[in-house]
């Protein structure tokens, strides 16, 4: 249904313009001073760098920075946190898609059902993505799941068993947990918008028809489902990659950080700015893979 | 045509719904009561649903320390505006994408999202170079442009997938009755769309809402939002679940109010090209 | 129309002369969000009275949050502040960059403590004035002790220490012998056993800035404290930082916590359901000549290149002065004073009232950041090690140490973990060649 004729196609071309300018000089003058630092030995708080990493006449730039070669690149790869912290990032990131993609056809399925009082629990459970992570992370930590005062604590000694210590031994699931509250509720919107638009006669037909539930499920619902699953799976991807506040303020960065946080620890603790760079350009290479994986497997349910 | 659904059914389902958003919004709804409690309440265990002493000494404390209105009205302002720009950026583009598309249209649509994927601490630096030579730095105007072009692609996304529902034969029509392009986006495309612009508005004032980054990064106190007043309850030394608690509650009120009048629109607006 | 220009320009002329009239400055604190320094924001009245031409506005924020900004600003020349809250750590190594300016108003600077002063002057200028000074002591319940039938010296000995830990602790009533740090961070877990491996006779790096994990006296302060906590610490000790303890230790569950002497104030106070049942020990020691407390200060410096060099000095110098300790004492009592800066402090009988007045001045008395450790150290800092890349290292160790405390590593693991990282990047950085 093709109407751009050319004159719509130039206007189209002009519409479109300033958004991607403004998206490109946003992405592209970091990103080239990104990509210029990582090759820099600059450290914000040293007094005099020392080129000790190539020999003494080493080349300087205009700041008299000390040009690095790809040795920013190369300590950030053998760290030993870094496989850890990537394996990290891909872990949460697929523990939370799954649980708010499952969760939330779940939720949603219950949500399109009639009750009383339906307003108040849509709200109530479209609520977590309306808080700021960090307040989520805070109360979490504090008021949760601290394992002395906490509420979660309480109720495991209420039915006797002892509390577990979420961020001494499950640091990971705690973390996930946390990410995956504040997102199924996402999901859960972007489903239920769908689930209403099923039409009303092709429910009608299968109820008729005695079709038992679960087949109705798998057959009708499902499909119908799996292109705003494509849309959640692809806009939570995006943002669980960062995820940070959670990692921070937990305190979890020894055994849950994932790549962005190592990207923080290094660019702003230890005010490396040529190591955060050289981490910064390799997490953004890591996202791009996963992004073309995401791409091959349901791009095509995009297609419109 | 409504179907008839029984009212025993109604029942259960209702006693299962209402359980299970209570347990969602628990945390929520244990914050908002600890901010009523004292502080030697708030760590009291058992944990006191009702019956301990309600006080308003926190919210008092809060108010006293902070100025929570100007950073509620920054909030606001940096909602807003970042929206607003957006928008207006946004719309024609998605308008060109759904309407005159290219053979890259979809290229283009995947470079803006990838524009997502570097971890903003990793650009830190950069940014904050460029801020601070161009006079942005904590500057209303500095952060807007920063939370808008940080959310453009996912709306440019949005209105895309909406307008590809519109049938583009009423667009035609206006077309060929002489609108000009302007006129075109206005007052034919515009009030058809309204329900995914709502919503793409919503879900942008969200977003915008609760970015933490770079409003920490950026601002001082000028244009400093929420998040930051936030950032100065974390984690002081002495007792503070109370009125962290309290300060909490200040910050996610406002969205959680628009969120209990928006979320009609909300729900009929996310439809991402999948109402038939 | 033109009635109306003129209008307008006409108020904007007068809007304009009307803000120069009102020449005023305008001074942007950032400042940590501790109990002294919201006290302060609370007692401004006073000074604004006394330099009307100078208005205040505070940024507030969470420790790490405030170090990250403060640093990013100061190092990219940002401009954002006019006073900054900066600790002993940061002024050394800002000091020597030429970051800050020497401090010129200060009130009696020879009765700043010589500890504190020491670790704030830089080539022989004042570059920070200590707003509050810190060391670390032990605060232990006094019944506890009694009903084990041991009694506290002044200054205990860490077998002395292991010892009543494990004697106080009874798990089922959720009483804990040692409360302590274990939460990761350069200044939460790592400022704790670096201080306490003073005392083992450890050190950081040697002459060479060699890391010294693989050495028996860091073996010995971790075996030390990973055993103490696993018989007598809380559990989830390892997300445990001053906070958290400070919440158990008021409710009745440590017997003991070793922890910054500016706690005293707080399990003394009325949040505490002990506060008549505390008393107060010297950190440590384990007869090697140094006691395990370590010494930091939280003082206001002024970046270099600001603009509004002179009314930031008037602000330093009233907010680090005697009269404004003078002030806080009237409006709130003694015991809300800032502690650790000043030796008349300490000479005044109406302080000296104060219960935890003397343990305080003792313990910051016996830090020495130039000599912090019993071996011979290339560095100052008494639980950190004033160089750039402290921060990032400890914290990497910060989360190794953290990790053996929640029982995923051994101390053997952990030690050698630490000694590689901390390894790697001491030669990326260039100490070691």
């Known amino acids: 249904m093709s109407m751009a004729t050319q004159q719509t196609r130039a206007l189209g071309k002009l519409a479109v313009s300033p958004s991607v300018f403004a998206l490109f000089m946003w992405m592209i003058v970091p990103l080239a001073m990104t990509i210029y630092f990582s090759f820099l030995r600059y450290n914000l708080l040293d007094p005099n760098p020392i080129c000790s990493l190539l020999s003494p006449d080493a080349l300087l730039d205009a700041e008299n920075r000390c040009l690095a070669g790809i040795t920013n690149y190369s300590y950030f790869l053998t760290d030993p946190a870094f496989f850890k912290a990537m394996g990290n990032s891909l872990k949460l990131v697929g523990w939370v898609l799954v649980i708010s993609v499952v969760g939330g056809t779940l939720l949603a399925l219950l949500l399109d059902q009639a009750f009383y009082g339906r307003g108040f629990v849509r709200i109530m459970m479209i609520a977590p993505f309306l808080v700021m992570p960090t307040v989520s992370a805070l109360v979490w930590k504090n008021m949760m799941m601290n394992p002395v005062s906490g509420f979660l604590a309480y109720l495991f000694k209420l039915v006797g068993l002892q509390p577990i210590d979420w961020f001494a031994h499950a640091p990971m699931t705690a973390v996930v947990l946390m990410v995956a509250w504040q997102w199924v509720p996402f999901a859960t919107l972007i489903l239920l918008t769908s689930l209403q638009s099923l039409d009303e006669e092709q429910k009608e037909a299968a109820e008729m028809d005695g079709t038992p539930p679960l087949s109705y499920f798998f057959y009708i619902v499902l499909p119908h489902l799996i292109r705003p699953m494509t849309v959640v799976i692809l806009i939570e991807t995006i943002f669980l990659l960062n995820i940070f506040a959670e990692i921070y303020v937990t305190g979890t960065a020894g055994r849950a950080g994932n790549l962005p946080f190592l990207v923080y620890q290094y660019g702003l603790i230890a005010n490396d700015i040529g190591g955060a760079s050289a981490g910064g350009i390799i997490a953004v290479i890591l996202a791009n893979i996963v992004a073309v994986f995401l791409m091959r497997m349901i791009g095509k349910n995009l297609d419109t | 045509m409504a179907r008839t659904v029984s009212t025993r059914r109604k029942l259960i389902v209702t006693a299962i719904a209402w359980a299970i958003g209570l347990l969602i919004f628990f945390p929520i709804l244990w914050t908002i009561l600890t901010s009523f409690k004292t502080e030697g309440e708030a760590i009291a265990l058992p944990p006191k649903f009702l019956f301990f002493d309600w006080t308003l000494e926190n919210y008092g404390v809060v108010q006293e320390r902070s100025d929570y209105l100007k950073f509620a009205m920054n909030s606001i302002m940096l909602a807003l505006g970042s929206t607003f720009f957006a928008l207006v950026i946004a719309i024609p583009s998605a308008w060109a994408m759904a309407f005159a598309p290219g053979r890259r249209t979809k290229d283009l649509l995947m470079w803006m999202l990838s524009t997502k994927m570097m971890p903003p601490v990793g650009a830190l630096l950069p940014i904050y170079l460029i801020f601070r030579d161009f006079g942005l730095l904590d500057t209303r105007g500095g952060i807007i442009t920063v939370l808008m072009l940080l959310n453009l692609p996912i709306l440019i996304w949005m209105l895309y997938t909406y307008f590809k529902e519109i049938p583009g034969e009423i667009l035609e029509a206006s077309r060929m009755d002489g609108a000009s392009l302007g006129k075109e986006l206005l007052y034919v495309l515009t009030p058809m769309a309204i329900p995914g612009i709502a919503s793409t508005l919503l879900l942008n004032i969200i977003l915008a809402w609760n970015e933490a980054f770079w409003t920490l990064a950026l601002t001082t106190k000028d244009a400093a939002p929420l998040t930051q007043f936030i950032a100065s309850y974390s984690s002081p030394e002495g007792l503070f679940w109370a009125k962290l608690s309290a300060a909490s509650t200040m910050a996610i009120a406002p969205i959680l109010v628009l969120g209990w009048f928006a979320q009609k629109q909300l729900v009929r607006g996310l439809t991402f090209g999948a109402v038939k | ?433």
């Open chain 3, 1 to 433: 129309m033109k009635p109306v220009f003129t209008g307008v320009l006409g108020a904007f002329m007068f809007a304009a002369l009307a803000s120069t009239a009102i020449a005023e400055t305008k001074l942007t604190i950032a400042t940590v969000n501790n109990g002294d320094m919201i006290r302060m924001q609370g007692l401004t009245d006073d000074f604004t009275k006394a330099n009307p031409d100078i208005s205040l506005e505070w940024v507030t924020l969470e420790e790490n949050v405030l170090r990250e900004k403060v640093t990013t600003d100061i190092a990219a020349k940002g401009g954002q502040f006019d006073v900054l809250t900066i600790g002993t750590y940061e002024v050394p190594i800002w000091g020597k960059k030429g970051w800050l300016v020497p401090l010129t108003e200060v009130d009696d600077p020879a009765d700043l403590l010589p500890a504190i002063a020491g670790g704030l002057t830089v080539d022989g200028k004042l570059m920070a004035a200590p707003f509050y000074g810190e060391s670390s002591m032990v605060m232990y319940r006094t019944d506890l002790m009694d009903k084990a039938g041991l009694k506290m010296p002044d200054a205990p000995t860490w077998e002395f220490i292991g010892q009543a830990a494990r004697a106080m602790t009874d798990k089922a009533a959720e009483v804990y012998g040692v409360c302590l740090r274990g939460k990761a961070g350069w200044g939460e877990n790592m400022a704790f056993l670096t201080a306490a491996s003073n005392s083992f006779g450890a050190r950081w790096f040697d002459e060479n800035w060699k890391p010294q994990f693989d050495q028996p006296e860091w073996k010995a302060t971790l075996d030390y404290y990973l055993s103490l906590m696993a018989d007598a610490g809380p559990p989830g000790a390892s997300s445990n930082g001053f906070n958290e303890n400070l919440a158990l230790f008021n409710s009745g569950k440590c017997g003991m916590w070793i922890d910054a002497t500016v706690a005293a104030s707080f399990v003394t106070g009325k949040e505490s359901t002990v506060a008549d049942k505390v008393g107060f020990a010297l950190a440590p020691d384990n007869g090697l000549g140094k006691r395990g407390n370590w010494l930091w200060a939280w003082s206001l410096a002024i970046p270099a290149g600001t603009q509004k060099n002179e009314a930031a000095q008037k602000f330093v110098s009233w907010a680090t002065s005697k009269h404004y300790t003078e002030l806080v004492a009237e409006k709130e009592g003694w015991a809300n004073v800032p502690p650790g800066t000043r030796t008349s402090l300490y000479a005044n009988a109406e302080y000296a009232k104060v219960p935890f007045a003397k343990m305080t001045l003792d313990s910051i008395n016996s830090a020495d950041p130039t000599n912090p450790s019993v071996k011979p150290v290339p560095y100052v800092g008494v639980q950190f090690v004033a160089i750039p890349e402290f921060a990032g290292i400890a914290t990497t160790v910060g989360q190794i140490f953290s990790a053996a405390l929640a029982g995923e590593k051994t101390a053997d693991e952990a030690l050698a973990e630490a000694q590689t990282a901390a390894t790697r990047e001491m030669t990326k950085a260039g100490y070691i060649k």
